[in-house]
């Protein structure tokens, strides 16, 4: 049997939040791992990028395995100082929007950077290097974005993102549903976030009672990527937020060492829908500098996901995505089926 720490429960998700373990030295010693398979370089690696990964999330990883998928995720390590020509600090060309803490790259929908941190900070993140402190929203700035979705009535879906928008409070989450259910042309409201698999007590009954009695359709968009992250608890949180009404998706990064195995993928995409998620998008690494380490050629990608339609119902193939700075819309990675 695999052997996991124990942690408590029933802590509230801000004091969790608080207790994020951030040494990378502190962490190897939670999970009982010799810290001679890490070394000084590795753990330097966190002035790169913060290291803050709650202890729910450490909870689901294997004891003394320094391979864990999970904590391959969040360990800094010295392959991060390596220098790549295709990797920059802005891949998706992000950093200079017109309106502070609004993405408007496609038509129909637009982007909130509602909160500029995460509870976790994955090492992979194509948002490690963006300067956060110009974009947080505060009431006001968020009162602007608010007046900029309502002018333009082609938009009718308003994704709250970051960072990680359930880093704001529920408070503040349930005054921005107020704005948007007034706005006649808003249909959906989405949430991308990673937050309740780090911290599963994030998904609060307030939370849920909030969507459930929303005029608007709440879709979550879920980050995971390995069966792994999900565990009974976890699970219990998505089935509240499903009986709320909420949709749940799911999309994943493709990690080298984490999940570039077609068994793993496979595994991830049961646990999901076991969990009652659909997975949406498998997203090719974005080139960002620092997490050249991760990244899987298109070549291996389109394979897997071939290797996947053989194996697993059609719902329960992500579609295999890349995001072009610039571009219109996610841009889909042609399997080549006949070649
Ligand atoms: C990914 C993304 C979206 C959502 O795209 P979907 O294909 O609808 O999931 C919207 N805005 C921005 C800026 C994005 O990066
Ligand atoms: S949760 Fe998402 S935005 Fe936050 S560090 Fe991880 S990948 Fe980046």
């Known amino acids: ?42 753990f330097k690696a966190r002035k790169l990028f913060p290291m803050k990964v709650p202890l729910p ?12 998928p999970l904590l391959l995720q969040v360990m800094p390590s010295v392959s991060e100082y390596l220098e790549h020509a295709q990797f920059s600090k802005d891949p998706l060309l992000e950093q200079n929007n017109q309106q502070p803490g ?3 790259k496609y038509k129909s929908r637009v982007l909130l950077m509602l909160r500029g941190g995460c509870a976790v900070n994955c090492r992979y993140c194509f948002r490690r290097h963006f300067p956060y402190q110009d974009n947080h929203l505060n009431k006001r700035a968020l009162e602007q974005a608010v007046d900029y979705i309502a002018a333009d009535n082609q938009i009718n879906e308003v994704i709250l993102s ?33 937050l309740p698999v780090v911290i599963p007590n994030r998904i609060t009954s307030e939370l849920c009672q909030r969507f459930k009695s929303s005029s608007l359709q709440v ?45 793993v993928l496979c595994e991830l995409s049961e646990a999901l829908f076991s969990a009652g998620i659909i997975p949406y998008y498998l997203h090719l690494l974005d080139k960002v500098e620092g997490a050249s380490h991760f990244d899987i050629d298109e070549s291996q990608a389109r394979e897997l996901i071939k ?7 059609g719902f329960l193939v992500p579609k295999l ?5 610039g571009e219109r819309s996610k841009t889909p990675i042609d399997l080549r089926l006949n070649d």
């Open 162 to 194: 970051g960072g990680d928008p359930l880093m704001a409070g529920d408070d503040t989450i349930s005054w921005l549903m107020d704005k948007l259910e007034a706005l006649p042309q808003i249909k959906r409201m989405r949430i991308h976030t990673r």
């Open 102 to 104: 609004v993405l408007h």
């Open 57 to 68: 999330f450490i909870q689901k990883m294997e004891l003394g395995n320094p391979n864990d």
């Open 321 to 325: 995505v890349r995001e072009i700075g």
């Open 219 to 263: 879709v979550m968009v879920t980050h995971i990527n390995h069966g792994n992250e999900i565990d009974s608890y976890l699970a219990n949180k998505f089935a509240e937020l499903k009986q709320a009404g909420v949709t749940l998706l799911n999309q994943s990064v493709l990690l080298k060492n984490v999940n570039d195995d077609a068994n």
């Open 1 to 42: 049997m695999i052997q996991r720490i124990d942690t408590n429960l029933q802590t509230s998700w801000q004091k969790e939040l608080a207790m994020a373990v951030s040494d990378p030295e502190n962490l190897l010693k939670i999970l009982s791992i010799d810290s001679t398979y890490y070394g000084e370089k590795d």
């Open 307 to 313: 290797t996947l339609l053989l194996e697993l119902p």
